[in-house]
C-alpha cells in the first residue's frame, strides 16, 4: 500500500525523514507537520484544506498532487509531479479547439472541482470553443447528477463531451448516454484516475484522451523508461513474494520513487529546496518529463493524445508526447 511504499524508498533516500500518518480528523496535524520540518513529501496528494494550511505556514510540498503546481507567493509552495486538474483541462481545450472539440461542447466535472467549472467554460469560451452545458456530477452512485447531466446534454444538443470525472463516473455517464444521447463523442482528461484506469465499457470505443501521464499505455507503445525499469525493480526486489502491481499500484510506486529522488537531488544544491527542484528539469518516470514551465510554473511539460480500443480494453498512442499548445 501506499504506506510500505513510502516507507521503502524514503528509507532508501539519503536523508532523515520523519513519517507522519494523515490522521482521519485533526485539526491541529497542519501544525504537527511544520515542527518536523520544511519539506513535505505526499503520495498522491494531500487534502485541499491541509494542503492550504502547510503552504501558508510556508512548508514546500512535493507530491503527485491531482491539484497541481503552486508556485511561492510570499509563503510555501506546491511542487507537483502532476499537471493540475485546471491546468489540464485548459492544456485539452487549446490541443481540441478547431478539431477534437468541434461543435456544441458539454463539460462533466467531478462536484469535488466545481469551483473549476466556471473558469474552464470560461477558458474555452476564449479559445472559441462553444460550450453550451456544463454538467457537476457527483462520485455517490445513488445521485441523480449523472441522470441530469445526460439528459441536460441531449436537450442542448451537445457533439462531444469533455470528461474530468473519476473512471466510475463516466462510466455511469456512457451507460447513460448509450440510451439518452447516442453519438457523443469524448475526450477525456486524465484527472482522477483517468487514462490509469482501463475498465471502460466497449462502447467507448474511439474516445480520444489528452494525457500528460505514462502510465500503463506509454511502455506498451516504447517499453518502460529507464527511470521506470529501476524504480520498479528496486520496489520488487524488496517484496517477498514477488508480485504484479496494478496500474494504480504502479503509481504509488513511480510517484514515491520520483518524489524521493528529487528530494535527494535537491540536498546541498544552492538556495532553498524550492529554487533547487524548480531549476531541475527529470526525465520522469510517470509523466512527460518535468522542468520548468512558461507561465513560471513547474510540472510535467509535454502532452500526448490516446485513444480507446475496446478490443484490447486500452488506451493505445494516437500522438506522442508534443510540447502543448501556448496560450
Excluded at 507537520?33 to 502547510?54: E, M, S
Excluded at 458539454?106 to 466545481?114: F, K, N
Excluded at 504509488?252 to 537531488?265: H, M, P, S, T, Y
Amino acid at each position: 500500500d501506499d504506506t510500505a511504499v513510502a516507507k521503502f524508498f524514503l528509507g532508501h533516500a539519503g536523508f532523515p525523514v520523519a513519517t507522519l500518518t494523515i490522521p482521519a480528523a485533526d485539526t491541529g496535524f497542519c501544525n504537527t507537520v511544520t515542527t518536523k520540518g520544511n519539506v513535505v513529501l505526499a503520495g498522491r496528494g494531500l487534502d485541499p484544506v491541509l494542503r492550504d494550511c502547510l503552504v501558508r505556514a510556508g512548508e514546500t510540498i512535493v507530491a503527485f498532487d491531482g491539484l497541481g503546481d503552486k508556485p511561492p507567493a510570499g509563503g510555501g509552495q506546491v511542487l507537483s509531479t502532476r499537471r493540475g486538474l485546471f491546468d489540464s483541462l485548459v492544456d485539452l481545450g487549446r490541443w481540441g479547439s478547431g478539431g477534437a472539440l468541434d461543435g456544441r461542447v458539454g463539460l462533466v466535472i467531478d462536484d469535488s472541482a466545481h469551483d473549476s467549472a466556471g473558469g474552464v467554460a470560461a477558458a474555452y469560451q476564449s479559445l472559441g470553443i462553444n460550450v453550451v452545458a456544463t454538467a457537476v456530477v457527483s462520485s455517490d452512485p445513488t445521485s441523480s447528477s449523472v441522470t441530469d447531466g445526460v439528459r441536460a446534454f441531449a436537450g442542448k444538443g451537445v457533439e462531444a463531451a469533455v470528461l474530468a470525472t473519476p473512471v466510475a463516473v463516466q462510466d455511469r455517464w456512457v451507460a447513460q448516454a448509450q440510451a439518452l444521447a447516442p453519438g457523443l463523442r469524448y475526450v477525456v482528461s486524465d484527472a482522477f484516475d483517468a487514462v490509469v484506469n482501463e475498465t471502460y465499457p466497449a462502447t467507448f470505443d474511439g474516445a480520444l484522451a489528452f494525457t500528460s501521464q505514462r502510465v500503463p499505455w506509454f511502455a506498451r507503445a516504447h517499453g518502460q523508461t529507464p527511470e521506470g525499469t529501476t524504480c520498479l525493480q528496486d520496489w520488487q526486489a524488496s517484496v517477498t513474494p514477488p508480485a504484479t502491481l496494478s496500474n494504480d499500484e504502479i503509481v504509488d510506486v513511480l510517484a514515491w520513487c520520483e518524489q524521493a529522488g528529487l528530494a535527494r537531488a535537491a540536498q546541498g544544491a544552492p538556495g532553498s529546496f524550492g529554487q533547487a527542484v524548480r531549476g531541475m528539469a527529470v526525465a520522469s518516470p510517470l509523466t512527460s518529463d518535468l522542468g520548468a514551465l512558461p507561465n513560471g510554473g513547474w510540472g510535467p511539460r509535454q502532452d500526448a493524445v490516446l485513444t480507446w480500443h475496446s478490443s484490447c480494453a486500452c488506451w493505445q498512442e494516437k500522438q506522442p508526447f508534443s510540447d502543448r499548445r501556448a496560450s
